[in-house]
């Protein structure tokens, strides 16, 4: 089976820094189910076209059971070795692993950045024909181009196969193209998978986020890529309804510090810091799960303090994660204090198990990254799934915005921020949560109070 990638992207041979994989060289891997080869068919500086050659062993599939396991004969005579199915997705993972990650080390902004790219697959198993191949990629905005193959070529009266090639083409990124491919290439091609276990769930809502929630088959794709385990598809619908399509990365580092600069006169940081810790002190909370934690500023003080006995962070940025894990010293941590934090990545748009089972939850100036239709998703995850005793939330009273004079009129603090709130305004959402979920709520001002403004931020302290 064979993929190959192509761009037209000038200097185009930069396709081999996005994939770390040098142009002028023929690799060869083991895979646990056969080789993959990469190489270069085409490497100029106007068009450069990679190509992943898989030779699949069917005799090693058999032994390693992946096989189909059904006649004798079939086991070892079927298509599986020339048709892209699961075993494809599996080598785009390994060997362009950072790449299906949209990291490059070399070209950091060009895998960021939308370039024309064609990717073609010779050739799938796709008993939907035409129709569905279109009905999958269409809505993800690519062209298409289609190559159907006759059942026999002696015998053209017999019809078509259910085989095809195609290319998909558009200007994204080579993250994109190779998510969708990922994701669906196992999902055109209804034979057997090499994998499907609970842990797919997760991985299908990570390489499905930004475009799976809101692709309209994504019941049939969910369905057709879990291999229609009726409990693993419910459990992976249920979570994509209440679906961010968040930009794992979009935290931009810049902007945040530019709200800091525009607060750090009232070093409002602090002062969040502290009320929140005053508050936690005061519910008695022990372990605490600080949602959307960024770079553990208030992580940092919850572990010096041995009234918690265990502090999780989650963000859905990564980069936030790695910066957060390197101030807190987490290497250098003893095995004692590891064992109280944990940093995991994750939405708060999702619904995830792992945020369960605290005595409280904190969430310190995120409400206002989130897009406002994702609200309602955040407001189930947090009080009607995770459901702590105690929710401390934060965010920035929009009214007290005039009072900062390096801010122009009428701007938000942070070029992140999707809203910001009168006091009126959040305390009617907390007030509506409340009701919905049976908590009740108190609200404190954090900074000096102005007799008109009110406080630069605003705290609901959730209580069950
Ligand atoms: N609580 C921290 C960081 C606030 S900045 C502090 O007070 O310093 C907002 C953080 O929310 C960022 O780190 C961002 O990555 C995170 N975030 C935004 N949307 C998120 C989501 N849907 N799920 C989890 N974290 C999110």
């Known amino acids: 089976m064979l993929l190959t990638l192509a761009t037209t992207h000038q200097p185009a041979t930069d396709l081999g820094f996005l ?109 939907g024909g035409e129709g569905m191949l279109r009905r999958v990629f269409e809505p993800l905005g690519y062209e298409l181009e289609i190559r159907k193959y006759p059942l026999d070529e002696a015998f053209p009266e017999w019809g078509d196969s259910r085989y095809h090639s195609f290319t998909i083409r558009a200007v994204t990124t080579v993250h994109d193209i190779l998510t969708h491919a990922y994701v669906l290439i196992p999902v055109l091609d209804n034979e057997k998978h090499y994998w499907v276990g609970e842990d797919e769930v997760n991985k299908l809502l990570r390489h499905g986020e930004g475009w799976l929630a809101s692709h309209p088959d994504r019941s049939f794709i969910v369905e057709r890529y879990l291999q229609r385990k009726r409990k693993l598809t419910r459990l992976a619908l249920e979570r994509l309804t209440i679906e961010d399509d968040a930009d794992p990365d979009a935290t931009d580092e810049a902007h945040a510090q530019e709200e800091e600069a525009v607060e750090r006169p009232l070093s409002l940081n602090e002062r969040r810091i502290g009320s929140v810790m005053s508050v936690l002190k005061r519910q008695s909370a022990r372990r605490v799960i600080d949602l959307g934690c960024g770079e553990a500023r208030l992580i940092e003080r919850l572990l010096a303090d041995q009234d918690f006995s265990e502090v999780v962070g989650v963000d859905v940025s990564y980069r936030a994660l790695e910066v957060a894990s390197s101030r807190l010293r987490y290497e250098q941590m003893s095995d004692r204090q590891r064992q109280r934090i944990k940093l995991i990545q994750g939405s708060l748009t999702y619904r995830d198990k792992r945020m369960s089972g605290y005595d409280a939850a904190t969430c310190i100036e995120v409400i206002e990254h989130l897009d406002p239709p994702r609200l309602s998703a955040f407001e189930r995850v947090i009080f ?81």
């Open 19 to 127: 994939l770390y994989k040098n142009p002028s060289a023929v690799q060869s891997f083991d895979l646990p189910f056969g080789k993959a080869h990469v190489f270069y068919p085409e490497a100029s500086q106007e068009s450069c076209r990679v190509a992943l050659l898989l030779d699949v062993d069917p005799v090693r599939l058999v032994r390693g059971g992946a096989g189909k396991g059904e006649g004798a004969l079939e086991q070892y005579v079927n298509d599986r070795p020339y048709v892209a199915s699961s075993f494809m997705s599996v080598a785009i993972a390994q060997i362009f692993g950072s790449a299906l990650s949209g990291k490059s080390r070399e070209r950091p902004e060009l895998a960021i950045t939308a370039i024309p790219l064609e990717l073609t697959i010779y050739c799938v198993d796709c008993a």
């Open 384 to 464: 009607e799934f995770a459901r702590p005793k105690t929710v401390v939330l934060t965010t920035p009273n929009v009214e007290f915005n005039v009072k900062f004079e390096s801010l122009p009129a009428g701007r938000l603090r942070h070029r992140d921020h999707r809203f910001e709130w009168t006091r009126a305004e959040f305390q009617g959402w907390a007030r509506e949560v409340c009701a919905r979920h049976g908590y009740s709520v108190e609200f404190l001002p954090i900074g000096d109070e102005d007799a008109e403004c009110g406080a630069p931020t605003q705290m609901g302290v959730f209580t069950l």
